[in-house]
Nanobody, 125 residues
Framework: QVQLVDSGGGLVQAGGSLRLSCAAS????????MGWFRQTPGKEREFVAA????????YYADAVKGRFTISRDNAKNTVYLQMGSLKPEDTAVYYC??????????????????WGQGTQVTVSS
């Protein structure tokens, strides 16, 4: 029923910017928060950012603080990840996650019920 479609990835030079989008269809129940994760070959999926749907309070991984901004558009049922000052180490497949049912520990993937298909972000040096 619920689908998350993430998009906006691409090839960018170091220092550049990209904006990822995640469009949600269907009704997400108990959607306390939505988030973005990323994954590279040989590594586990890591937390990037999360936003509490009701309040708009945001949370970021230390690696992206000051460079990435997560936001939401309630009318469009869409969450965004604005990425700036991109570094080669930001290269990964980025996944949108929704349906978080907890109040804490937004960095735990298993707490999310829905996932996008992933969008590739490649940052060249």
């Amino acid at each position: 029923q619920v689908q998350l479609v993430d998009s906006g990835g691409g090839l960018v030079q170091a220092g550049g910017s990209l904006r990822l989008s995640c469009a949600a269809s269907g009704r997400i129940f108990s959607n306390v928060a939505m988030g973005w994760f990323r994954q590279t070959p040989g590594k586990e999926r890591e937390f990037v950012a999360a936003i509490r749907w009701s309040s708009g309070i945001t949370y970021y991984a230390d690696a992206v603080k000051g460079r990435f901004t997560i936001s939401r558009d309630n009318a469009k049922n869409t969450v965004y990840l604005q990425m700036g000052s991109l570094k080669p180490e930001d290269t990964a497949v980025y996944y949108c996650a929704g349906g978080y049912t907890g109040t804490l520990n937004y960095a735990i993937p298993s707490r999310y019920s829905y996932w996008g298909q992933g969008t590739q972000v490649t940052v060249s040096s």
